[in-house]
T-cell receptor
Framework: DTEVTQTPKHLVMGMTNKKSLKCEQHMGHRAMYWYKQKAKKPPELMFVYSYEKLSINESVPSRFSPECPNSSLLNLHLHALQPEDSALYLC???????????FGEGSRLTVL | GNSVTQMEGPVTLSEEAFLTINCTYTATGYPSLFWYVQYPGEGLQLLLKATKADDKGSNKGFEATYRKETTSFHLEKGSVQVSDSAVYFCALTPGANDYKLSFGAGTTVTVRA
């Protein structure tokens, strides 16, 4: 099973809402990632968790709050977002020793 | 620092044509190199990879060779299909245990029937 599953696939929220994006993998990978991707652009790294600890935060605004409850799950909590935060949010996990990332299909977020 | 430069396109070609997407990189040491593909409305999928000089990665008719002397990892396919229409990203990681993946800008490829 080489899948990373993300939910929801689409999310529309207002600027005062609180919502969460979820990501799950069962490949035994111990590093998990959140990326943000705008149309026609490469993914931009947001956060990396390694062994359930936050190891990289690319200066992401605090309105994005990651959480790694266990080695298979990764959440991204969203609060007080801005319209410019509308994007495709991609989760990925990394196979140890190869640098190879496995991506989910993404959650398309629209902030009104 | 580490960076990847790839031709941005867009590239439009006919079915059965030859495809080349150029990718060059800047990195210290011995990076691992990747091509990812993103089909419309989907996430990224690993297309192929190479972890050391002169390695050739191949998958689905696509090939790329890790050339350290020219710091390049050009993607080629001899005969494209409409289903190859996608965005292609060249990427590198400085080492197999490094967490950061640096992406190129992406090349949009459209194949016409």
């Amino acid at each position: 099973d080489t899948e990373v599953t993300q939910t929801p696939k689409h999310l529309v929220m207002g600027m005062t809402n609180k919502k969460s994006l979820k990501c799950e993998q069962h490949m035994g990978h111990r590093a998990m990632y959140w990326y943000k991707q705008k149309a026609k652009k490469p993914p931009e790294l947001m956060f990396v968790y390694s062994y359930e600890k936050l190891s990289i935060n690319e200066s992401v605004p605090s309105r994005f709050s990651p959480e790694c409850p266990n080695s298979s799950l990764l959440n991204l909590h969203l609060h007080a977002l801005q319209p410019e935060d509308s994007a495709l949010y991609l989760c990925a996990s990394r196979r140890s020793g190869t640098g190879e990332l496995f991506f989910g299909e993404g959650s398309r977020l629209t902030v009104l | 620092g580490n960076s990847v430069t790839q031709m941005e396109g867009p590239v439009t070609l006919s079915e059965e044509a030859f495809l080349t997407i150029n990718c060059t990189y800047t990195a210290t040491g011995y990076p691992s190199l990747f091509w990812y593909v993103q089909y419309p409305g989907e996430g990224l999928q690993l297309l192929l990879k190479a972890t050391k000089a002169d390695d050739k990665g191949s998958n689905k008719g696509f090939e790329a060779t890790y050339r350290k002397e020219t710091t390049s990892f050009h993607l080629e396919k001899g005969s494209v299909q409409v289903s190859d229409s996608a965005v292609y990203f060249c990427a590198l990681t400085p080492g197999a245990n490094d967490y950061k993946l640096s992406f190129g800008a992406g090349t949009t490829v459209t194949v016409r029937a």
